[in-house]
T-cell receptor, first 111, second 113 residues
Framework: QKEVEQNSGPLSVPEGAIASLNCTYS??????FFWYRQYSGKSPELIMF????GDKEDGRFTAQLNKASQYVSLLIRDSQPSDSATYLC???????????FGSGTKLNVKP | GAVVSQHPSWVICKSGTSVKIECRSL??????MFWYRQFPKQSLMLMAT?????????EQGVEKDKFLINHASLTLSTLTVTSAHPEDSSFYIC?????????FGQGTRLTVV
C-alpha cells in the first residue's frame, strides 16, 4: 500500500468552476499535510499546509483534513487556466521528518 | 519565504561520466536535506536523506555508491551521479526542511547520452 494515494486524473473543469482534489494516506501517525503545485518541468511549489481537522482557507484555496478517515482534499474556487498543473499531496511524520508524496493529480482548467 | 537554490538547472553528459548537483539553502540553515528523482509523468521519489556532518540515509533500492551525497555544511548538500547511464536521465530535485515545511530547489534536468 502506498503511503499517499491520489487519483492521477486528468481532472477537467471549466474556468470559474470549483476544482476538488483528493488524497488519502495510510499512516495514522501522519501529522502534517501539504498541497504542492507543479507545472511541467518545474519544481513543486507549496500552496497550503494543514495540521488540524477541518477546513483551512487561503484565498481561492481551501484545504480540508479528516484524520479519522485519513483523507485530505484541496478545493480551488473560481478555477483559472493558470491553475492547470499537477497537484501533489504530501504528508509528513514529525518523528521521521520525511515527506511522502502522492503521484499527483493533473488538473486542466478549460477557458 | 525560504529559498533553496539548486544548480545546474540542466545538464547533458556522456555515458560513463559523473555529474555533480548542488543544493543550497540561501536564507536558513538546513541540517537535513532530501534528494528526489522524478521520471516523466511520475511523482517525486525520495532517494536519500542528506544529514549535515554524517552519512546520508538512502531509500531502499537506491545505490549509495552510484549516488554520492555530501552534506558538508549547514547550507550545502551535493549529489554526484557517478558513471551516469541513459537510465539515470531524470529530473532531480532537492528539498530542505525549515520547521515542518519543505522548500524545493528548482530541479536539475539530467540527460545522459
Amino acid at each position: 500500500q502506498k503511503e499517499v494515494e491520489q487519483n492521477s486524473g486528468p481532472l477537467s473543469v471549466p474556468e470559474g468552476a470549483i476544482a476538488s482534489l483528493n488524497c488519502t494516506y495510510s499512516d495514522r501517525g501522519s501529522q502534517s499535510f501539504f498541497w504542492y503545485r507543479q507545472y511541467s518541468g518545474k519544481s513543486p511549489e507549496l500552496i497550503m499546509f494543514i495540521y488540524s481537522n477541518g477546513d483551512k482557507e487561503d484565498g481561492r484555496f481551501t484545504a480540508q483534513l479528516n484524520k479519522a478517515s485519513q483523507y485530505v482534499s484541496l478545493l480551488i474556487r473560481d478555477s483559472q487556466p493558470s491553475d492547470s498543473a499537477t497537484y501533489l499531496c504530501a504528508v509528513n511524520r514529525y518523528n521521521f521528518n520525511k515527506f511522502y508524496f502522492g503521484s499527483g493529480t493533473k488538473l486542466n482548467v478549460k477557458p | 519565504g525560504a529559498v533553496v537554490s539548486q544548480h545546474p538547472s540542466w545538464v547533458i553528459c556522456k555515458s560513463g561520466t559523473s555529474v555533480k548537483i548542488e543544493c543550497r539553502s540561501l536564507d536558513f540553515q538546513a541540517t537535513t536535506m532530501f534528494w528526489y528523482r522524478q521520471f516523466p509523468k511520475q511523482s517525486l521519489m525520495l532517494m536519500a536523506t542528506s544529514n549535515e556532518g554524517s552519512k546520508a540515509t538512502y531509500e531502499q533500492g537506491v545505490e549509495k555508491d552510484k549516488f554520492l551525497i555530501n552534506h558538508a555544511s549547514l547550507t550545502l548538500s551535493t549529489l554526484t551521479v557517478t558513471s551516469a547511464h541513459p537510465e539515470d536521465s531524470s529530473f532531480y530535485i532537492c528539498s530542505a526542511i525549515r520547521g515542518t515545511e519543505a522548500f524545493f530547489g528548482q530541479g536539475t534536468r539530467l540527460t545522459v547520452v
